[in-house]
Every structure is written in structure tokens, then in C-alpha cells.
């Protein structure tokens, strides 16, 4: 059983930046996908960036050139760096993970993942 725990929200001015880690309690043997999405009260959630085993990644159109997601598999760890915040991107920030062979890799579709973090808030 994979858990995953997000951390490094907070508030944060207009223009300003943000870096979320996620740790995982362990991997797939057979390679990790993993996503992040994010949601406001009242709306869907949105898939922001993925990442997969080799390191390609995906990203939405809204936060594309803004954020990059980036994994460090010594430490089980994928990080969103997020740049040029705007308010829009509040948000509870939840990653998500599933071995790569139960996805399409890359997919930003949140509902795809099967193991997910309790969130963290992004206020901007």
C-alpha cells in the first residue's frame, strides 16, 4: 500500500512562488506515475502536471511554462514547483500516484490515479 503525504503549501502574494513535495511511503516496482491536480470548493478537479517513471512530463495549458513537476526517486519524493502564482491557482493541491502500467502515462485525469495525498492549500 502506497501513502502519499504533500507538503510546502501556504499564502503567498501575486507573482510570487511555491515549491509542494510529495513523499511516497514506498513505489511500484514496476514504475510510478504520478500527478498533480488540484481543487477549489464547488469545482471538478484539475490535473495540473504528471510525471512518469522516465521522467516526461505533462502539463495543463493553465499553468504551462509557470509550474514543473520533477521527481527525486532516491527520496521517493515529486516536487511542483510553482512559479508567477496568480489567484487563480488557489487551490487544495493533491498528488496522486498509480504504476505506470495501470495508466496512460502522463494522463493529467486525476480519476486515473488510485492512491492519493490528503492535500495541501494554496492560497494566492
Known amino acids: 500500500q502506497v501513502q502519499l503525504v504533500e507538503s510546502g503549501g501556504g499564502t503567498v502574494p501575486s507573482g510570487g512562488s511555491l515549491k509542494l513535495s510529495c513523499v511516497a511511503s514506498?513505489?511500484?516496482?514496476?514504475?510510478?506515475?504520478v500527478a498533480w491536480s488540484r481543487q477549489v470548493p464547488g469545482k471538478e478537479r484539475e490535473g495540473v502536471a504528471a510525471?512518469?517513471?522516465?521522467?516526461?512530463?505533462t502539463y495543463a495549458d493553465s499553468v504551462k511554462g509557470r509550474f514543473t513537476i520533477s521527481q527525486d526517486n532516491a527520496k521517493n519524493t515529486v516536487y511542483l514547483q510553482m512559479n508567477s502564482l496568480k489567484g487563480e491557482d488557489s487551490a487544495v493541491y493533491y498528488c496522486?500516484?498509480?504504476?505506470?502500467?495501470?495508466?496512460?502515462?502522463?494522463?493529467?485525469?486525476?480519476?486515473?490515479?488510485?492512491?492519493w495525498g490528503q492535500g495541501t492549500q494554496v492560497t494566492v
Open positions: 496522486a500516484a498509480s504504476p505506470c502500467g495501470a495508466v496512460i502515462a502522463g494522463t493529467l485525469n486525476p480519476f486515473e490515479y488510485n492512491y
Open positions: 514506498g513505489f511500484f516496482a514496476e514504475g510510478n506515475c
Open positions: 510525471i512518469d517513471t522516465d521522467g516526461a512530463t
